[in-house]
């Protein structure tokens, strides 16, 4: 079903009102309707530029590639991961990818010796990837993400759009399928990480990141070991 967007208006749709018109909608339909919604200069995509990152991107850069892109560069990212952000720029001619890196002064209090991943996770995800979101965030009132049902756990019910406590939350491949990514992948030729060939189904930061064996969930190699399965930019408030 086509999804008709929002009109911009000076009592903007609810997340519940516009979840509503566009459960069925695809990507680039909920796309458009952000940018309606509340505008370019309103609108971020926060990607990792992960194994299936590209998908998102090009959809986005299909309806508007100047829509500003979040990157969070950790400080503890794989190498390959940073050539491939830098890859995808090229590829899709994306005109705003802003790279926000920790807080110098949260680095040298909270973590010093570099070691805070392995005693604390949790705390290391905090000061490396939400403070720093919370911060890129602030002059927007609307955000996309790339967060899918099929990826299981906190992430199998979410809904097309949401609140996040802060701004409208947007996602825009809830209801896509592995094989709608695959399908995205070959249709438009895009590059591919250069860590999935080698078992690498889902890239975080690289103490925190495993290669997946065959028949595992794509993201099991993601904090190995631990309970942790999100970093907590989608389970924390982002205000």
């Known amino acids: 079903m086509n999804a008709i967007a929002p009109q911009v208006s000076s009592n903007p749709a609810s997340a519940a009102e ?10 680039a339909e ?3 309707a952000a940018l309606k919604a ?5 609108l971020a995509l926060v990607s990792s530029f992960g194994t299936e990152s590209a998908t998102l991107l090009k959809v986005m850069a299909d309806v508007d590639p100047a829509i500003p892109v979040i990157f969070l560069d950790t400080g503890w990212l794989f190498e390959e991961t940073l050539a491939y952000r830098d890859t995808l720029i090229a590829t899709l001619g994306l005109k705003d990818v802003r790279s926000v890196k920790p807080a110098e002064e949260a680095l040298s209090r ?7 991943w392995f005693s604390d996770p949790d705390a290391c995800c905090r000061i490396r990837k939400v403070e720093p979101l919370a911060r890129a965030l602030k002059p927007f009132d609307a955000w996309l993400n790339g967060r899918k049902r099929f990826q299981g756990n906190a992430r199998a019910d ?9 701004r409208l939350k947007f996602n825009p491949f809830a209801n896509v399928s592995r094989e709608e990514l695959e399908a ?3 249709r438009a030729k895009l590059p591919r990480h250069p860590l999935a060939a080698s078992g690498f189904l889902s890239v975080g930061c690289m103490p925190c990141t495993s290669r997946t064996a065959e028949g595992e969930d794509a ?3 993601r904090w190995r070991g631990r309970a942790k399965t999100e970093c907590g930019i989608h389970t924390m408030k982002t205000s």
Do not use: H, M, N, T
């Not at 516009?18 to 990507?27: N, V």
């Not at 509340?38 to 309103?42: A, D, L, N, S, T």
């Open 18 to 27: 516009l979840d509503r018109a566009l459960r069925d909608a695809s990507p």
């Open 30 to 32: 909920v796309i458009a």
């Open 38 to 42: 509340v505008g370019r200069e309103k």
């Open 110 to 116: 909270d973590d010093p010796d570099r070691d805070l």
């Open 158 to 166: 979410i809904p097309v759009v949401e609140d996040d406590g802060a």
């Open 184 to 186: 995205i992948f070959v």
């Open 219 to 221: 993201r099991a190699g």
